[in-house]
């Protein structure tokens, strides 16, 4: 087994906050597609250039799209986020439909998690002492000792009367509303 992985820098799972609430803000700031005019690995591009790029543009209009023609060097995807993180990405001989979904999958993203060894799924900037809530938190500790089925624990805690006499009483106050509306007439 590897300890590569190790050497990855640590981190939390973490998204931009608010994101979403009110309107959904792209996290994509700058693409910048690196290409050859003449070189073969290049192809790919050139052809998504050529044909999607206007359609990627119109669909993400938050992100700018920059070209820039290299010589002799293989083709480049170069993504900046807001947060001031960079990613690179090789597109040597990739098909436009891979680059576009390269391009899809970086406009998807908060950040560049390449790199980045997750060192909990749960976290909070706030940790509690008393540990996490579960149901079980505030319940009665007479329950440990119950035997079950129990008749009293069965009933509702708050209420006496239950719903079936509640409107019983509704109908009957109701009915003795209508008698006196009537004698009053």
Same mark, same amino acid.
């Given at each position: 087994?590897?300890?590569?992985?190790?050497?990855? $820098?640590?981190?939390?799972? !973490?998204?931009?906050?608010?994101?979403?609430?009110?309107?959904?803000?792209? @996290?994509?700031?700058?693409?910048?597609?690196?290409?050859? $005019?003449?070189?073969?690995?290049?192809?790919?591009? =050139?052809?998504?250039?050529?044909?999607?790029?206007?359609?990627?543009?119109? &669909?993400? +209009?938050?992100?700018?799209?920059?070209?820039?023609? #290299?010589?002799?060097?293989?083709?480049?995807?170069?993504? %900046?986020?807001? !947060?001031?993180?960079?990613?690179?990405?090789?597109? =040597?001989?990739?098909?436009? %439909?891979?680059?576009?979904?390269?391009?899809?999958? *970086?406009?998807? @993203?908060? $950040?560049? /998690?390449?790199?980045?060894?997750?060192?909990?799924?749960? /976290?909070?900037?706030?940790?509690?002492?008393?540990?996490?809530?579960?149901?079980?938190?505030? #319940?009665? +500790?007479?329950?440990?000792?119950?035997?079950? +089925? !129990? %008749? &009293?624990?069965?009933?509702?805690?708050?209420?006496?009367?239950?719903?079936?006499?509640? *409107?019983? &009483?509704?109908?009957?106050?109701?009915?003795?509303?209508? *008698? &006196?509306? =009537? #004698?009053?007439?």
């Amino acid at each position: 087994m590897s300890n590569s992985h190790l050497f990855l $820098k640590p981190g939390f799972i !973490n998204v931009p906050l608010q994101n979403g609430v009110g309107r959904y803000v792209s @996290q994509l700031q700058r693409v910048v597609l690196k290409f050859c $005019k003449n070189n073969g690995s290049s192809r790919g591009m =050139r052809e998504f250039i050529e044909s999607g790029l206007v359609n990627f543009a119109k &669909e993400n +209009p938050g992100v700018v799209v920059y070209l820039k023609p #290299r010589r002799h060097r293989s083709a480049v995807i170069k993504a %900046e986020y807001l !947060n001031g993180d960079e990613q690179w990405m090789s597109c =040597r001989n990739s098909t436009q %439909e891979e680059i576009s979904k390269w391009l899809n999958l *970086l406009v998807c @993203q908060s $950040k560049n /998690h390449t790199g980045t060894r997750i060192r909990k799924l749960w /976290h909070t900037d706030h940790p509690s002492i008393q540990g996490p809530w579960t149901p079980f938190t505030f #319940r009665d +500790p007479k329950l440990n000792l119950a035997t079950f +089925p !129990n %008749e &009293e624990l069965a009933k509702p805690k708050d209420s006496d009367v239950s719903n079936h006499e509640r *409107l019983i &009483e509704l109908f009957k106050k109701q009915k003795l509303g209508d *008698l &006196e509306n =009537r #004698r009053g007439e």
